[in-house]
């Protein structure tokens, strides 16, 4: 189905597949994504070859790819609102992240922190894809022409750059890319550890009391909120020598919509047993539609592999459009066929 209606401005995202998400994810991000395709043209994917960088059992990747494609149709994602599909399905990303390869410079690679901070962590795997990859995820916008990208702090980074390229690109070469803007929703909670509530929620934590994944049984829910660090203050209350009482009552917010004086005082002379019970349920019943969406999902593979081709086949013919107009404008001689 392609979307006619050209006054919604696109919005273009893109998901690797490294595991199942949290509830991090979901109540920063994919949350988000959901209402976003009421408002907007939304583009989203998984960024299978971004995750190429890191070496992982070939197939686990090819489930993790599957999986997360089911769980953002689960998560509300519709394919008759919102262009879904996976980026190695689209040759067009592979060619238009060589053409951004060549018009990136060397030491503007260097400096991104993305690139210092995985090699620290990989030190036995600093590959080019892992330097190069900014130029690709430029690509993987530009691509689209998008209008916004929705952007966390970690991420600011890599927009300049996209749009430092396409401004490069459209001097030397001719106008043709859009200069994307980050988009920063309004809501998007940001989720930390319910074990080290100074930390970010990580699918990659190796506590397994400190995240929630989405996919957890409403049991396994109730019970990581009941061993949820807070303190021994016992007052519900949002303040940041608080972490761990803060990010329960951010999470109950994100879920709920109340405000945090609406939380406080929803709770006012009660213990945290009882606040992290209520969240907990909170959390559950939230989480349960989805569970049950990507398990009817993934019983019907033929179906998912449907809408793939759906996805990809639409992708395609928006990519390659703009893919054609660059190969053009750099000089290369169009294909015969």
Known sequence: MENTNNEKKIILSGI????????GNY??????????????????????LHSLTVHIDPTKRKQQTLQAFA??????????????????HVRSHAEMGWLMSCCSQFGELSRMTQFKDKSSKHPENINAGLFTYPALMAGDILLYQADYVPVGADQTQHLEFTRDIATRFNHNYGEIFKLPEGYFPKAGARVMSLQEPTSKMSKSDTNPKATISILDEENVILKKFKSA?????????????????????????????????????EFAGKGYGDFKAVVGQAVADELKPIREKYAELMKDRKHLEALMKQGAERADYIARKTLTKAKKKVGLLPEVR
């Open 71 to 88: 769980l953002l149709l689960a998560c509300g994602i519709d394919p008759e609102k919102s262009l879904v599909f996976i980026q190695s």
């Open 229 to 265: 660090v807070t303190d021994s203050e016992a007052v519900v209350c949002f303040r940041e020598d608080k972490p761990g009482v803060s990010n329960l009552m951010t999470i109950y917010s994100a879920i709920t919509g109340k405000t945090m004086a609406e939380i406080e005082a």
């Open 27 to 48: 109540l920063g991000a994919v949350k988000n994504w959901q209402k976003m395709q009421e408002e907007y043209n939304c583009y989203y994917f998984i960024a299978d």
């Open 16 to 23: 690797q597949p490294t595991g199942v998400f949290t509830l």
